[in-house]
């Protein structure tokens, strides 16, 4: 049944500035599965808060999309007035939520672009069309995607492989490209960080970033892909957590008038929804009081505050600022306006059947995108250990934290049939590591990551890598995510050492990497007995 829209003029004024919150949700059906509960209240505070605060949407995490569907609909028939329903979905909604297509990392299209800038471009346009097609089968109306910004600093933690490239006419044609992929089907897209986070050394999950750019060079770099966006019609742009001096030496970007107001909406002339990025991040949460940030926000020109620390503690801000007259209620009448408008372009009734999911379509481009970016080099294929006395080393990130990691997945099976132990350490455990005879199959998987504070690559662990190289225990060697990590290991290893790079850390992208770096013609994984992987 499909949720009709109210008129909004008919809303009480704190029903109004409710709908311009929206809250960080489980994507799980159920209280116990909740993951991240500093983020993430309980069933019965948050449908009290959809129907009492009259919230404009939530974003949502975990979960499988079949779970994902039905946790929709439960939000949507809570809810007062229809959700946007929101998910950080920048490479597929598989990369949230299991069971639906995950993307390859967006900088991939920049590698293929090098070569063939129209291929790289046919491919953008189907990750936004069958991303767009994906979010609506599970119940989400709103990308937060594309990532519009040029990461030109190899150093940069958090957006890394998540931007389309390091120049602005590669992110431009890209970002444009997802857009168009996705503007057929009634969702919303995001450009973001605006007006640039590319080129950051810290993270503004953690800290404040200060850009100390001047103006010419804004222009040049960081702003021409979000005007390209904007001309493309994109439906919201989200702000980053930045201070750049050159524009306002005062208030970050998230709570400048003279950044929203002045350069998005009167310079490049954006007639959309300004959201700003999660509020409970460092680069908000160390420079004022979540009351004060969230009055600031809305006077500097944004429509909807992302993850407010207390939706409640908000609400009630704003509206003692209407009161006080500090802000005018017609103020908040036009966020309110441009949010009816988008809300009136997406569907709030019943998500197609899941059976849309991962469709032979997607899953073509996906294998496509990886083959075409996939870089190779050394004596390949590598022979296996004879006495299958070989060890696979995989490093990754967070030992805790990983969705792409398991005893079926490629980069453990495959190597498993071929004579390699396995050793899994992350970043907390690697200088554990011990020299050893046998040799050794490395898995390196990095990448940017919010909250991690560095790209994953520090110089403790270059040189325990550097210890490895040293004594000859890399045999082999395949890096999964950033391309700067590839470029590290460049300047050590051997030409000889086969090795192989792959922008995408999911299971197909290891299958891709492992087949090549073995030349294994067939599945390995179908021939396996259930001996050979410990059942």
């Not at 990392?105 to 069309?129: C, D, F, H, R, V």
């Not at 640039?196 to 702003?223: C, F, K, M, N, W």
């Not at 908000?284 to 505050?305: F, H, N, Q, R, S």
Request: hydrophobic letters at 40%; glycine letters at 6%; charged letters at 15%.
């Amino acid at each position: 049944m499909t949720k009709l829209l109210p008129n909004w003029q008919s809303l009480s004024l704190q029903e109004k500035i409710g709908q311009m919150i929206v809250v960080r949700a489980s994507g799980h059906l159920f209280d116990a599965q909740i993951r991240y509960p500093e983020w993430e209240v309980p069933n019965r505070q948050l449908q009290q808060w959809l129907q009492k605060l009259n919230l404009g949407g939530v974003i949502l995490l975990g979960g499988s999309s079949a779970e994902l569907l039905m946790r929709s609909q439960q939000l949507q028939s809570w809810a007062t007035t229809p959700l946007l329903i929101a998910a950080d979905i920048e490479e597929g909604v598989g990369q949230r939520f299991s069971g639906a297509s995950w993307l390859p990392p967006p900088m991939a299209l920049s590698a293929i672009a090098a070569q063939n800038p129209t291929l790289a471009q046919e491919y953008a346009l189907k990750m936004g069309e069958i991303t767009a097609k994906e979010a609506l089968t599970v119940g989400i109306n709103w990308l937060l995607a594309p990532v519009v910004d040029v990461n030109n600093n190899p150093a940069n933690p958090v957006i890394n492989i998540r931007a389309f490239g390091d120049t602005p006419a590669i992110v431009s044609d890209l970002t444009t490209a997802f857009i168009k992929g996705a503007k057929p089907y009634p969702v919303l897209t995001t450009a973001k960080h605006f007006p640039g986070h590319g080129d950051t050394t810290v993270d503004s999950h953690l800290d404040l970033p200060t850009l100390l750019h001047a103006d010419e060079r804004l222009t040049q770099i960081e702003l021409p892909s979000f005007v390209a966006a904007i001309s493309q019609g994109v439906d919201s742009v989200m702000t980053a957590h930045l201070l750049i001096q050159a524009w306002d030496r005062e208030y970050p970007v998230t709570l400048s008038s003279a950044i929203l107001t002045g350069k998005l909406r009167q310079q490049l002339g954006f007639e959309g929804i300004i959201v700003t990025d999660a509020l409970i991040m460092g680069g908000m949460t160390k420079y004022a009081t979540p009351e004060e940030i969230a009055v600031m926000a809305i006077e500097a020109g944004v429509d909807i505050l992302l993850m407010p620390r207390d939706p409640v503690t908000a609400i009630e801000s704003i509206d003692r600022a209407v009161q006080s007259g500090r802000i005018k209620e017609t103020r908040i009448d036009r966020s309110l306006a441009r949010i009816w408008q988008a809300k009136e372009k997406v569907v709030f009734s019943p998500p197609n059947s899941l059976f849309e999911l991962i469709s032979p379509e997607a899953t073509k481009t996906t294998e496509s995108i990886l083959h075409n970016s996939l870089q190779v080099g050394g004596n390949i294929p590598l022979q296996p250990p004879p006495d299958r006395s070989g060890r696979n080393l995989i490093v990754i990130d967070d030992i805790l934290n990983c969705n792409f990691l398991d005893i079926h997945t490629p980069a453990v099976a495959i190597p498993k049939k071929l004579g390699y132990q396995l050793q899994i350490v992350d970043r907390n455990t690697l200088e554990g590591v011990q020299l050893d005879t046998r040799n050794t199959l490395l898995q390196v998987f990095i990448r940017g990551n919010p909250f991690r504070g560095s790209a994953g690559f520090t110089p403790q662990t270059q040189k325990i890598y550097q210890q490895l190289i040293a004594t000859n225990q890399i045999q082999g060697l395949i890096i999964y995510g950033s391309p700067y990590v590839l470029d590290w290991f460049f300047s050590q290893i051997s030409s000889e050492l086969p090795w192989l790079f792959t922008y995408g850390q999911m299971p197909i992208a290891q299958s891709i990497a492992l087949k090549t770096l073995f030349n294994l013609s067939t599945d390995v994984l179908s021939a396996s007995s259930s001996q050979d992987f410990g059942f």
